[in-house]
């Protein structure tokens, strides 16, 4: 396991860890606080300097492992321990898949919901993630292209990752060679790369505008890599919007929802894997009930739920981001569907739909961002729709927003956890509740 040294002293302490927690780090309790260490598995007896604080607690890193706990693996990926990507790569699979099963459990009875049936975690593959954001920054003319180390802005050179599809990992050298070109010293820029029907899809976000010779290193990576699309498109806050352009378009770069096939707009969300998607769809539909006639598709992307549930019912997707909701509207009126879906562009944050606008519907899907849904939740537990599915990728928020369900009379059935992010932290659940 690779580990950057860190400066400076910090009191060094003898730990046994007692175990690993929501983020993934082992911990054990000192003076009745928790003292949280990277890398170590529960049972292990460490001498670890305290480096930091934690939200709650002492950070620190281990300086020996004095007893090994049970449990531990030699970690698969040589960027482990370095890179952020990965947080657990040291544990075999059994505590592994333990763990993740644990938060979620550990998340719902930290809300009081001790009863819901959690259902055992489904995996994907290794190499199956087809969506990469990366990063990259430029620096004494070296440039370096890959994930941010662990809480640290520098960029790891990725050489490899066990989790990316080969074909996404195959653009790491053509993107390399664009971006040498593209950045000035100092420069960062942020890339996203996803797999399509058609060829990869890739969207660069800099600062600087392309001149002559970066549109020409640009326009090399598309014809090399054989890009289905490459966009570029300047840094902004966030918040901002700023329409990438396209650099070049080779192939439509589609994707399938259903049997209707949709152009994401570049950088748009995707599901980061192939089967996750289809665990997620599956349940989806799954708590959809057999027969109704309208459903709502809150925080609906370019329309991953919209499609495969439309040939069941009308379906109503809402969505924030005006860039996917085109899309998936394109998609639909291609498909002649436009009679079957309703499409609204609106912040479901701000505004969430009010009880009287849920109460037109048979049941609601909602799929929001790691924050989750709270007003939202709100809103239909005040509502009368008889059925609801929640799909997070934070069991955190998913059981805060759960919890506003319950509490508004609603029976939560099952929860489907979906370990969309191996070895991180993350786990995609998708929850089915009636009334
Ligand atoms: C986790 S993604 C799910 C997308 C889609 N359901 C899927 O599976 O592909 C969350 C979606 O919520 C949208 N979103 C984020 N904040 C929003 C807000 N305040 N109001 C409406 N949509 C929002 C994002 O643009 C994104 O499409």
Redesign the pocket.
Known sequence: MRRRARKGGGRQIELVIEAIGARGDGYATVDGQPVFVPFTVAGDRVLARVTGTHAGGVRAEAVELLDEGPGRAPPPCPHFGLCGGCALQHLDEAHYVDWKQALVGRALAQRGIMDAPIEPLRRVGRQSRRRMVLAAAKHGGRLRLGLHERASHTVIDLETCLLVTPGLLALLPPLRTALQVLLADGETADVTASETDGGPDVLILSRTEPGLAARQALAELAQAADLARLSWGPTVRPGDAVAPEPVAIRRPPTLRFGDVVVEPPPGG???PTAEGEKL?VAAVLAGVPAGVGRVA?L????G??TFPMVRQCRVHA????DA?LAALWTAARRADLAGRVSVED?????EPLDAAELNAFDAVIF???RIGARDQAMALAASTVPAVVA?S?NPATFARDARILIDGGYRLAEVLPVDQFPWSDHVELVGRFSR
């Open positions: 969300f995707l599901q997620l598709d925080y609906a992307g370019c991953t739920f809402v969505e924030g981001d996917a609106r912040d479901l944050a701000r799929d929001p961002p799909v990728c």
